[in-house]
């Protein structure tokens, strides 16, 4: 996944979940955060940031805020990105955990979910729901930043579809590279990390891998251990 004409920038403040104030060639401009999750350990005022300019000419804002770096380490924030990233990934066979794909569709829907990816292979069908992690602490990612009701219900919807005959997975797109593993975030939302485990217990696979990021790009890229 490639961003065209992008920018960096200089983070100031972020007033709401949609918006941020930096600091671009030495003015104050108002950007779009394409996270609405609460990346307070990423988005501190003097953190160099990467913008992309946005072609929409009506769009309030001229800018969106993609990416930010973390110390040395660059984290890709953008929420919309990783399903087309895992989409990717296993239309290019670099998912090891599911090959031989010989159909792939985005966001299809099952039951009362609507699930990111469906595959099918010549011996199974399955789904692919992409979470996509950007939360990080000494090495360690977690998901959600933030309590998701949303997830919790999709992750129900996942042990659903295995015993109805489906393949499921869970997929977790860390958007950095440089970590030691991945594990859900039992103390924001105890909900969706009890959901997970009773998911891996019957049946769904949880996958994470981690990315390779650059300042206008995001590929995916190694598979990274998981500890529910």
């Known amino acids: 996944?490639?961003?065209?004409?992008?920018?960096?920038?200089?983070?100031?403040?972020?007033?709401?979940?949609?918006?941020a104030h930096v600091l671009l060639n030495g003015k104050k401009e108002i950007v779009h955060v394409k996270n609405t999750g609460r990346?307070?350990?990423?988005?501190?005022r003097g953190t160099q940031v990467i913008l992309e300019k946005s072609r929409n000419k009506n769009r309030k804002t001229n800018y969106s805020l993609i990416s930010a770096y973390k110390g040395n380490?660059?984290?890709?924030?953008?929420?919309?990105v990783?399903?087309?990233?895992?989409?990717?990934?296993?239309?290019?066979?670099?998912?090891?955990?599911?090959q031989n794909i010989c159909m792939l569709k985005r966001e299809v829907f099952y039951g009362n979910s609507r699930f990111d990816i469906y595959f099918e292979t010549?011996?199974?069908k399955g789904f692919v729901e992409v979470k996509g992690v950007t939360?990080?602490?000494?090495?360690?990612?977690?998901?959600?930043?933030?309590?998701t009701e949303r997830g919790t219900k999709h992750v129900k919807e996942m042990v659903k579809a295995v015993h109805e005959g489906y393949k499921g997975y869970i997929f977790f797109l860390i958007q950095m590279k440089g970590v030691k593993y991945f594990t859900p975030n039992a103390i924001m939302d105890d909900k969706f990390a009890s959901a997970l485990k009773y998911a891996?217990?019957?049946?769904v696979g949880i996958l994470a891998y981690d990315s390779y990021v650059t300042e206008n790009e995001i590929v995916i890229g190694n598979k990274v251990k998981v500890k529910i």
């Open 1 to 19: 996944m490639k961003y065209n004409d992008i920018s960096k920038a200089v983070f100031l403040e972020r007033p709401n979940r949609f918006i």
């Open 39 to 44: 990346c307070r350990e990423i988005l501190n």
């Open 73 to 80: 380490n660059l984290i890709n924030i953008d929420s919309q």
């Open 82 to 98: 990783p399903n087309a990233v895992v989409y990717q990934g296993l239309r290019d066979k670099k998912v090891d955990e599911i």
């Open 122 to 124: 010549p011996l199974e």
């Open 135 to 147: 939360l990080e602490n000494d090495g360690i990612t977690m998901f959600p930043d933030a309590p």
């Open 200 to 203: 891996k217990e019957n049946g």
